[in-house]
């Protein structure tokens, strides 16, 4: 069974700093691209940040130089550092693997910058 848990999310002020983390479970990990997305109300989701199989990375243009994506194979883990956050970073962020035709999603966890 396929599971992808997030955590780290909460209420930060302006200018605060998160870590989020997303434990995979059964499923080869080192060979998956593993994704962080985000969903406001009323917005579409929207890609935050990638980072691949081989650690290559790449993020939104709204978000590039404050977070910062790794992985760690060694504990199916991916992270998304989340620096000089901003009242538009709210949202659900959510944890998303993929490689090949699989494709799995996580449940999700609430950011929530206050201005």
């Known amino acids: 069974q396929v599971q992808l848990v997030e955590s780290g999310g909460g209420l930060v002020q302006t200018g605060g700093s998160l870590r989020l983390s997303c434990a995979a479970s059964g499923i080869m990990f080192r060979r998956y691209s593993m994704d962080w997305y985000r969903q406001a109300p009323g917005k579409q989701r929207e890609l935050v940040a990638r980072i691949a199989s081989d650690t290559s990375s790449n993020y939104a243009d709204s978000v590039k130089g404050r977070f910062t994506i790794s992985r760690d194979n060694a504990k199916n883990t991916v992270y998304l550092q989340m620096n000089s956050l901003k009242p538009e970073d709210t949202a659900v962020y959510l944890c998303?693997?993929?490689?090949?035709?699989?494709?799995?999603w996580g449940q999700g966890t609430q950011v929530t910058v206050s201005s």
């Open positions: 998303n693997a993929v490689w090949l035709m699989n494709n799995y």
